[in-house]
């Protein structure tokens, strides 16, 4: 027999059901919300993670570098050691008429750096007057760490007056800045540099 329900009952039931509903659809949403700020946060993770190695290490940069370190022959390369950029063009130009690799540097301690990290050079051409650290100065510190490679001092001044100052420092020859084309044949000829191969 079929019950009969009054107005209050079905309004009680109404009632009831909109709470339970009410109750499931709000469940519903933070379940949902904790899902997605939880998957925000492991994207956010990743992106600070891919960003920060982006910064980190630059492809091309490294590439480059590790070419130049596997093509670098210290037989064949000469360390341009100078803070004026013509004089370095100049001679980067002369030298490799001569068939020989170069590698340039404005200053003293970025000269000290590359023997540090292990670079090695069949002669080095070295400005005196450079900022931060002069050419004798230079030249004593890489005599620490190579007492075979050449060493050839430059100076605007009479190098007469500078000699003994660039000799005692470790350099083997002195000559006036800048060195000539001729010059450098001569000194690559006297101290036995060893041209680069054609074509490296």
Do not use: W
Request: glycine share 4%; charged share 30%.
């Amino acid at each position: 027999m079929p019950v009969e329900l009054s107005d209050y009952d079905v309004m009680g039931i109404t009632v009831i059901l909109g709470i339970c509903t009410a109750l499931l659809v709000h469940k519903a949403s933070s379940s949902f919300r904790e899902r997605f700020d939880a998957k925000a946060r492991v994207d956010s993770t990743a992106t600070g993670r891919k960003e920060s190695v982006a910064v980190m290490t630059n492809p091309q940069a490294d590439r480059r570098a590790a070419t130049e370190e596997a093509e670098h022959d210290p037989t064949r390369t000469v360390l341009i050691v100078d803070d004026d950029p013509l004089t370095r063009m100049q001679l980067r130009k002369h030298l490799e008429r001569l068939k020989l690799k170069v590698k340039e540097v404005s200053d003293g301690p970025a000269a000290v750096q590359l023997y540090k990290e292990g670079y090695r050079f069949c002669m080095v051409v070295m400005d005196y007057e450079m900022p931060d650290m002069n050419g004798l100065i230079t030249t004593r510190k890489i005599r620490s760490f190579d007492n075979d490679v050449v060493i050839i001092g430059s100076t605007i001044h009479d190098p007469a007056t500078k000699q003994n100052e660039f000799l005692q420092a470790g350099a083997n020859f002195v000559d006036i800045k800048p060195i000539s084309a001729d010059r450098l044949s001569e000194f690559v000829a006297e101290y036995n540099i060893a041209p680069a191969v054609t074509g490296k």
